[in-house]
């Protein structure tokens, strides 16, 4: 029962270079997120796509852009990486983007050096 | 801007001891709020909605309109419970609130 998964776990980038973050959920759900978790600053949404054909900006979405592939595939791209960038990547998917439970995958640590 | 606060980055407690941790919304109507729990090297997961009025773990949370507050409790800490707390507002356009570590002393 693999939930939501993202990939890679780990990715050391150097400043100025480019990356995406894969993400799927096998759950059929409408709604996928993408979340940054920074100490102090707790877990930031990025973007999110409400359902399929549709994504959004979060909170802090300068930086990167969005793919939503299909109904189970969210990706996060970085276009230039900046160490500003380095934090651990949440992605997430619930049935709708309000009133539901939300389902985390274990994390991206990326670091920008 | 409607969102969640969580005023206390760390909360340090004995085992046994009550714990408390706040969460307080800046929006009004009637909320559905949330609580996630990340333990370390497990993925953040549901604790307990406000909806379901039920008891987790022997935490529950009250929502509170007149205070705006939502804040999570347990009468007696066990060491099991230190771990990352999340207060999550039922629309997740929004980002949750700044997490709260509790760390369970014995």
């Known amino acids: 029962n693999a939930g939501v998964t993202q990939t890679p776990k780990f990715q050391v980038l150097k400043t100025g270079q480019s990356m995406t973050l894969q993400c799927a959920q096998d759950m059929n759900h409408n709604s996928m997120y993408w979340y940054r978790q920074d100490p102090g600053m707790g877990l930031r949404l990025i973007y999110y796509s409400a359902s399929e054909g549709t994504t959004d900006k979060g909170e802090v979405p300068n930086g990167y852009n969005v793919s939503r592939l299909n109904k189970r595939e969210f990706s996060l791209r970085l276009e230039s990486a900046a160490p500003s960038q380095t934090s651990v990547y949440f992605c997430?998917?619930?049935?709708?983007?309000?009133?539901?439970?939300?389902?985390f995958g274990e994390g991206s640590w990326l670091t920008v050096v | 801007a409607q969102r969640v606060t969580q005023p206390e980055k760390l909360l340090s407690v004995f085992k046994g001891a009550p714990v408390e941790l706040k969460c307080n919304y800046s929006?009004?109507?009637?909320?559905?709020l949330f609580w996630y729990v990340q333990y370390s090297r497990q993925r953040l997961q549901l604790l307990l909605r406000?909806?379901s009025r039920e008891s987790i773990k022997g935490f529950t949370a009250d929502l509170n309109k007149g205070e705006t507050s939502f804040h999570l409790k347990k009468p007696f800490a066990q060491e099991e419970d230190s771990a990352m707390y999340y207060c999550a507002p039922d629309d997740y356009k929004l980002s949750f609130g700044a997490g709260t570590t509790v760390t369970v002393r014995a």
């Open positions: 929006y009004s109507g009637s909320p559905e």
């Open positions: 406000h909806i």
């Open positions: 997430a998917s619930s049935e709708a983007t309000g009133g539901n439970t939300i389902y």
